[in-house]
């Protein structure tokens, strides 16, 4: 008999929708309004800071849905905004600085499903309100930087070598050393071209050598300007105490930042933008200041403003920079003068140490360095960054420093916690630049969502009509098929990790849902055909499944193709439209092809049928 | 129910000439349209600043537009978006670090008299991400073409697959054109509508030229006009219900879905119905032109289909 189901694959159909169907589930749970506690630098949240929570919201007679403890967070779920406002404030006063408290939409999600790894669909910031920054490392100042430390370094290595060089200059993209002999050129080059494997050197004339940076050196500088600046901003953004933040690294040199739920931008902006490092010089004592003043700067040493816009002469070797700072705290000091506290990772501890240690009693500078865009822009279309440097402190060195030790000098406790917040969040080794911006109301994001479900019913809610008008009972068929390729997609979306429902995307569901019920328009027809062409129905419906397949093959996999692509080269909205049309496409093949087909064969399959309803 | 009761082969072809001649005139006619009005690109590829705001009643464009000049932002363009309370406000790009925080400026110079102002959204974009953005919307665009015209040369053959990739580069001009002659924004939904579009006419091209080649195998007589009219009308039905249903909701969408996605909506309706056309027309009538013949279409050896099936009386 024709039309007869295999077990396996009534059973494969079955399987695979409940999967999709139990992980769409969590999809229509709706969302708590929650109050996020995590941990700041100097805390940890343990099984007793829950309590303390519960014990601050009972005095306050807030009632919470919920107090989850997990991942060193703590999530207290309430009912409404208003009490989610009051249990904010609450919390904030009763835990202080060391935690950071967000509010935050948590899923609803039961908890057996919770634990099945059910969680819904991600929501893009069009569609939850937020803000979304994309931001560009300046590349040209971090190479520059590089070639810095390797100009100082060349200077230091030649004369603990003893090779007599007339200066070292770094130039652009590269480093010149003149010699005053060719003697001591070919000296050096053996000696650097040992020591220095990341550079590449060429004699450009007979007493110059050009220091270059590889090409793989380069990449990796780059890769590390990024790596490091992600991490920075990662802290930065804790900091604001965002629930959910994402920060990605998207192309060479640009990260996206994406903060749901702040609509506060101008604070946000503060704290991601601030490029800040510092850096600890000595005092230069055996120049005289004046002449530096009047033009003759010595060529180890640089003249820098204090905030009183005194000029100090520094030694252009720097001792420390800001990169070793693992911790800052603000306070005071014996003499009840604001201050800041610092603790060194081990390296910056030991390199402390050696620099101070010949040099108690001489006075050390801390230069505060900034990164200010200039408001123009260079040939290449990029924003033209100026360093401001600033001393803001000059303190002398009382004895060997380790890895704590406090600067003082400050103006006011506001500076001291300005300053322990930017070098505690680390410091950006290279600037940054906003470069495409944009904030959605949460207003706005609801609406959008409204709007989209709303497009995606009344499309549907047509289309289902309209196939059972002219498909009768298979009709039905293809309506059920089409049902659950929408539940499909949805749990799809909702297990793949990185997927993000935009607006664009919910668009390209809606696009689906039209174009899913081609597959069986295909077979349905071709059914019509055969019976046209007198095959018996139980033949016509074999035959229409068998011939349709092949087109439906072809078409959709072409369709799929164009759909890899575009999310091969696209970006953002694009990306987020091809993901669904792709899930789209795999679904309704599935649904159209194997699930009506089971239905199909198990209504009318393996007995006597006179006639069909088509 | 059966939407077109088809006793005969319609004769599509008969209308080639006039088709093509159509379809030449409206391609040199969205050329010349994007030559001379360009496309009204939005701001993910200019650049600039565009601002959303929500007003409590109708909101006043006029005594907006002089809270702005008044401000020093003489060039920003105000319109209605969606509803008479919505005001959409376009800034073009400055120079400097400035431009990210015009949004906020905007908003402080519309709420200084005190007016309840909603912020909706904010969207700031540098002029090189606008760029770069158009350079990889264009690139994606032509790769999907290339891969695509590969893969129909492969699967098909090469008369086939030059026809339907003609029949896409037909749409995705036209469409492109319509943007150009009604002046509507050109923003990365759009983009990604047009994509779209290029997936949808594909599909309905493939069904076309699958029965094309089914029905070159199966029928041992008949000229190939003869075979691709017999072909048409048998996918006819098929192409008008899914172009309906496709249609249907994107109705929904273009009166439901909000005034975001109002281009996308606009795009897909109009690259539907121009895609529909194209499969009939373009793809086959260019496959012919090019001398399709039965020849080209026999299976090689392997190929399943024609064995289980009976010739066609």
Redesign the interface.
């Known amino acids: 008999m024709l039309n007869k189901n295999s077990i396996w694959k009534v059973l494969s159909a079955l399987i695979v929708v409940a999967v999709c169907a139990l992980y769409a589930l969590p999809n229509i749970y709706g969302e708590d309004h929650a109050v996020q506690i995590s941990a700041g630098r100097d805390a940890v949240v343990t099984d007793a800071t829950v309590e303390q929570v519960k014990a601050a919201l009972s005095e306050k007679n807030i009632s919470p849905k919920r107090v989850e403890f997990e991942n060193e967070q703590i999530l207290v779920r309430v009912s409404d905004s208003d009490t989610q406002l009051i249990t904010r404030e609450t919390l904030e006063k009763v835990l202080g600085d060391d935690y950071y408290v967000a509010m935050n939409l948590a899923p609803d999600t039961p908890e057996w499903l919770e634990e099945l790894g059910g969680t819904p669909m991600k929501l893009g910031l069009?569609l939850r309100g937020g803000v979304h920054f994309?931001m560009e490392v300046d590349m040209t100042e971090v190479i520059t930087k590089s070639l810095e430390d390797a100009e100082s370094g060349f200077r230091t290595s030649l004369r603990e070598e003893g090779i007599r060089y007339r200066g070292v200059k770094q130039i652009d993209d590269h480093i010149d050393i003149t010699f005053r002999d060719e003697d001591a050129l070919d000296k050096a080059e053996f000696f650097l071209r040992n020591q220095s494997r990341d550079l590449t050197f060429n004699q450009v004339d007979d007493l110059t050598l050009r220091a270059i940076f590889a090409e793989s050196k380069l990449q990796e500088i780059r890769d590390n300007a990024v790596k490091q600046n992600i991490t920075i901003i990662r802290n930065r953004v804790n900091q604001l105490g965002v629930a959910e933040p994402l920060v990605q690294k998207q192309g060479a040199d640009r990260i996206v930042v994406q903060l749901p739920g702040i609509?506060d931008?101008?604070r946000a902006?503060e704290i991601l933008n601030a490029t800040a490092t510092l850096e600890f010089r000595m005092v230069d004592q055996k120049n005289d200041i004046r002449d530096a003043l009047n033009g003759r700067v010595p060529p180890g040493s640089q003249v820098i403003e204090d905030q009183q816009g005194i000029p100090q002469l520094l030694e252009k070797r720097i001792m420390l920079t800001g990169s070793h700072i693992i911790d800052a705290n603000s306070g005071v000091d014996e003499y009840g003068l604001p201050n800041v506290n610092i603790s060194l990772d081990s390296e910056g501890g030991n390199k402390m140490s050696r620099s101070t240690r010949g040099n108690i009693g001489k006075p050390m500078a801390t230069v505060f360095i900034e990164y200010k865009?200039t408001?123009?822009?260079n040939d290449d279309?990029?924003?033209v960054f100026e360093k401001h440097e600033q001393v803001i402190s000059v303190a002398t060195i009382r004895a060997q420093l380790g890895s704590k030790f406090q600067i003082t000098g400050l103006d006011s406790p506001k500076e001291a916690r300005d300053l322990a917040l930017l070098l505690r969040a680390g410091a950006l080794i290279a600037p940054i630049?906003?470069?495409?911006?944009?904030?959605?109301?949460p207003?706005?994001g609801k609406?959008?969502i409204e709007?989209?479900m709303?497009?995606?019913m009344?499309?549907?809610a047509?289309?289902l009509v309209?196939?059972l008008?002219?498909y009768?009972a298979f009709g039905v068929v293809a309506n059920i098929a089409l049902i659950t390729n929408l539940v499909m997609i949805v749990g799809i979306m909702s297990m793949i990790p990185g997927a993000t429902l935009t607006?664009?995307g919910m668009?390209?569901i809606?696009?689906t849902?039209?174009?899913a019920?081609?597959a069986n328009?295909?077979i349905f027809?071709r059914i019509?055909?055969e019976m046209r062409d007198g095959r018996s129905p139980q033949q016509a419906i074999h035959q229409g499944y068998d011939?349709a397949f092949?087109?439906i093959l072809?078409?959709?996999?072409?369709?799929f193709?164009?759909?890899l692509?575009?999310f091969a080269?696209?970006?953002?909205?694009?990306k987020g439209?091809?993901i669904t049309?792709m899930i789209g496409i795999a679904t309704s093949m599935f649904t159209a092809i194997l699930v009506t087909r089971v239905i199909v064969n198990a209504v009318w399959g393996g007995k006597r049928v006179e006639k069909l309803a088509i | 129910?059966?939407?077109l009761k088809l006793s005969e082969t319609v004769n599509f072809m008969r209308l080639r000439i006039p088709a093509m001649v159509l379809s030449t005139i409206l391609i040199l006619g969205s050329f010349v349209s994007l030559g001379v009005n360009s496309l009204n690109w939005g701001l993910d590829f200019t650049g600039g600043t565009l601002i959303?705001v929500?007003y409590e009643d109708a909101a006043n464009l006029e005594g907006i537009r002089a809270q702005l000049n008044e401000a020093n932002f003489e060039d920003a363009i105000v319109q209605n978006f969606g509803s008479s309370q919505d005001v959409l406000i376009r800034i073009a790009p400055r120079?400097?670090?400035?431009a990210?925080?015009i949004?906020?400026q905007v908003l402080a110079a519309l709420r200084a008299d005190g007016t309840a102002v909603?912020?909706?959204?904010?969207?700031?974009?540098?002029?090189?991400?606008g760029e770069e953005?158009t350079e990889?919307?264009g690139?994606?665009m032509l790769?999907?073409l290339l891969?695509?015209l590969v893969?129909?040369a492969m699967?098909f053959e090469w008369r086939f697959a030059l026809g339907s990739v003609s029949a896409l580069a037909h749409d995705v001009i036209l469409t492109l054109g319509l943007f150009s002659v009604l002046q509507i924004e050109f923003d990365?939904?759009v983009?990604?509508?047009v994509?779209?579009v290029?997936?949808?006419s594909?599909?309905d091209t493939?069904?076309v030229c699958?029965?094309i080649r089914?029905n070159f195998r199966k029928i041992r007589k008949g000229e190939p006009v003869e075979i691709i009219n017999i072909s048409l009308t048998?996918?006819l039905?098929?192409t008008i219900?899914?172009s309906?249903?496709?249609?249907?909701?994107?109705?929904?969408?273009f009166y439901?879905?909000?005034a975001?996605?109002h281009g996308?909506?606009t795009a897909?309706l109009f690259g539907v119905v121009v895609g529909t056309y194209s499969s009939v027309y373009i793809a086959s009538s260019v496959a012919l032109a090019l001398g399709i013949s039965k020849e080209d279409l026999m299976p090689p050896q392997v190929e399943k289909?024609g064995a289980d099936?009976d010739p066609m009386p």
């Open positions: 069009d994309l609509q931008t101008a902006k865009s408001g123009e822009r279309g990029k924003l630049q906003i470069v495409e911006e944009r904030t959605v109301g207003s706005l609406e959008n709007l989209g709303q497009a995606i009344y499309g549907l047509a289309v309209f196939m008008i002219y009768k607006l664009p668009a390209g809606v696009l849902v039209g174009m019920v081609d328009v295909l027809e019509r055909e011939s092949s087109t072809d078409a959709n996999i072409t369709t193709l164009a759909g692509i575009l080269v696209g970006t953002g909205p694009i439209f091809s049309l | 129910m059966q939407l959303e929500g120079d400097g670090v400035k990210v925080t949004g906020e909603d912020m909706r959204r904010i969207e700031f974009v540098g002029p090189n991400v953005l990889q919307g690139l994606a790769v999907a891969c695509i893969y129909v699967r990365l939904t983009l990604a509508a994509l779209a290029i997936g949808y594909l599909n493939i069904v699958d029965r089914e048998q996918t039905n098929r219900i899914t309906l249903t496709t249609v249907l909701v994107l109705v929904a969408l439901k879905g909000g975001l996605i996308f909506a897909l289909e099936l």
